[in-house]
């Protein structure tokens, strides 16, 4: 029998911040028994479970794992303006005159991921 991918594991200053953060990002809850100050935090959403846990180094390099979110509800460049309100900043654009790309963004932590298009755009332009 195969193994399965509990958790997906965020090292982080902030877990119980962080973990607010994705919680906003991805619609999820956070553990009840998580509080400011704890050494990790979980975050469960529909899509996946993701666990911050503190260490003391700070990031200095690219992720070399990152998330890939597809936006429900919403478009990619919908999806971008909110979680840029709810703290992201933007790394790279690449958003193409068609349509098509990505962007790369980062957590408040610097934490890199993608927002690519929803499946409605996918589908729009035969990348379903």
Do not use: Y
């Amino acid at each position: 029998m195969a193994s399965l991918v509990r958790h997906v594991t965020i090292d982080c200053a902030d877990p119980f911040a962080l973990a607010g953060f994705w919680a906003e990002v991805l619609d999820g809850t956070l553990a009840e028994d998580d509080n400011p100050g704890d050494p990790e935090a979980v975050v469960e959403s529909a899509g996946a479970s993701l666990l911050f846990i503190r260490v003391p180094d700070t990031k200095s390099v690219k992720n070399r794992v990152h998330l890939d979110l597809q936006p429900q509800g919403r478009t990619r460049d919908e999806e971008v303006e909110r979680l840029l309100a709810l703290g992201a900043t933007v790394v790279g654009d690449h958003r193409e005159p068609d349509g098509k790309g990505w962007v790369t963004m980062a957590d408040p932590e610097g934490n890199e991921f993608c927002v690519e298009r929803s499946g409605p755009e996918r589908i729009a332009t035969g990348d379903a």
